[in-house]
């Protein structure tokens, strides 16, 4: 049978399938640092599909995955929940939700938190 290269990071449970299949393979465990790059990897690949959901279905399916994976990396940094829920409520209260829907076109302020914000969308004026 053809092998298929795959070079990604999988989960503990896409593993225990693959084994009870008796499918042949070969993997690698990751040291700290490839493993917090396949982390990464996973969470660009899946923001990717998340992006292009069509329906409410695959939607959800994407969120949970990208859920999932920040999570994950939040475990690996050794992030604890109440200090993200801290951070949470900090960002929350400096930069406020998005529950008005406020789209800024121009402005002629120079406040930095608008320009945080401006500087990932330069080229579209």
Do not use: C, P
């Not at 292009?52 to 399916?61: C, I, K, P, S």
């Not at 604890?80 to 930069?95: A, G, P, Q, W």
Request: aromatic share 10%.
């Amino acid at each position: 049978m053809e092998r298929i290269h795959f070079n990604t990071l999988i989960s503990d449970e896409s593993f225990k399938r693959l084994k009870s299949k008796g499918a042949k393979f070969r993997v690698e465990r990751l040291d700290d640092d490839s493993f917090e790059n396949e982390l990464f990897k996973k969470v660009k690949k899946n923001g990717s599909s998340f992006l292009v959901a069509r329906n409410r279905e695959e939607f959800l399916t994407e969120y949970g995955n990208l859920l999932l994976l920040v999570k994950e990396i939040g475990e690996f940094k050794k992030i604890t929940d109440e200090e993200l829920e801290e951070i949470k409520r900090i960002n929350l209260e400096e930069k406020g939700s998005f529950s008005e829907r406020i789209f800024l076109r121009w402005a002629t302020d120079t406040d930095e938190s608008i320009n945080n914000e401006k500087k990932s969308d330069q080229s579209k004026k």
